[in-house]
Nanobody, 124 residues
Framework: QVPLVESGGGLVQAGGSLRLSCAAS????????MGWFRQGPGKEREFVAA????????YYADSVKGRFTISRDSAKNTVYLQMNSLKPEDTAVYYC?????????????????WGQGTQVTVSS
């Protein structure tokens, strides 16, 4: 098990910023990458961004490129998602997830462990 705890969600006006954190306890070498997903009201969970622990390679959904930045602090076993220029359509519950095997997945099934989620609400 790799317990994941998200924090940093909240209510923000359109154009504002938030930074989400995901603390992973008990991470071992078998954790290859971390991802952020989101699930809006009435929508399926979708990929947002991912990062590898080894070299910090990053991957983004087209909808957030240029606005969101994923980063990691290996010493703290923590991954961040800096979200700028937020839009109402970014409103969702944001989840972080851990992937054990090599490669970066963009699908929900590609990740092994999930956090409980944190709500992000962007008002217009």
């Amino acid at each position: 098990q790799v317990p994941l705890v998200e924090s940093g969600g909240g209510l923000v006006q359109a154009g504002g910023s938030l930074r989400l954190s995901c603390a992973a306890s008990g991470r071992t070498f078998s954790s290859y990458a971390m991802g952020w997903f989101r699930q809006g009201p009435g929508k399926e969970r979708e990929f947002v961004a991912a990062i590898t622990w080894s070299d910090g390679s990053t991957y983004y959904a087209d909808s957030v490129k240029g606005r969101f930045t994923i980063s990691r602090d290996s010493a703290k076993n923590t991954v961040y998602l800096q979200m700028n220029s937020l839009k109402p359509e970014d409103t969702a519950v944001y989840y972080c997830a851990n992937r054990r095997s090599r490669g970066v997945g963009y699908a929900v099934y590609a990740y092994d462990y999930w956090g409980q989620g944190t709500q992000v609400t962007v008002s217009s």
